[in-house]
């Protein structure tokens, strides 16, 4: 299972902070996917559940943060199956409370569907570097509204200038 590398020396360090603060062993259960991989994956899915529910539930090739390299799917060796019962678990929760330290976020959260286009996953975490994450996680906001606010400002910014 791989990812970028410095996105991959954080996850190392928050896998070994997981263990050293709360005695919670993380796992690396999904990681950089390839476009082909990540076809299968959508194609599966939507022979399942149908592509409306698919769309909300896997990204379709060419759209996902695992083909980035920067996004991880975590779990625990009790439980490498990718579900919401994992944000319950006391592992997923210090993973919530603690990944933006490490430079990652929470990237799909249930409120968070209709701005994001993908239902709660509260294993998914995306790399985005310390600063970052920590803004993101203390205005408890979406990427993609964190992006904006960015731009606003660099744009209020060219401006005032």
Not at 51 to 66: Q, Y
Not at 79 to 104: I, M, P, S, Y
Not at 116 to 135: F, K, L, M, N, S
Request: proline share 3%; glycine share 8%; hydrophobic share 35%.
């Amino acid at each position: 299972i791989t990812m970028r590398k410095e996105a991959a020396h954080a996850l190392e360090r928050m896998f070994q902070a997981a263990k050293e603060e709360g005695g919670y062993t993380l796992i690396a259960v999904s990681g950089f996917r390839s476009y082909g991989q990540q076809s299968a994956i959508f194609e599966r899915k939507v022979k399942n559940v149908g592509k409306e529910k698919a769309m909300l539930l896997v990204a379709p090739p060419g759209a996902s943060e695992h083909q980035l390299g920067l996004a991880m799917d975590l779990g625990t060796p009790q439980n490498q199956k990718l579900n919401e019962a994992f944000g319950d678990t006391e592992a997923g929760e210090w993973v919530r409370t603690n990944c933006h330290r490490f430079g990652f976020i929470i990237r799909y959260k249930d409120e968070w569907t209709d701005i994001t286009g993908y239902a709660d996953e509260p294993w998914h975490v995306r790399y985005v570097g310390v600063e970052h994450a920590t803004r993101i996680y203390e205005m408890d906001i979406p990427l993609e509204y964190y992006i904006d606010t960015l731009r606003t400002v660099q744009y209020d910014n060219i401006l005032n200038e």
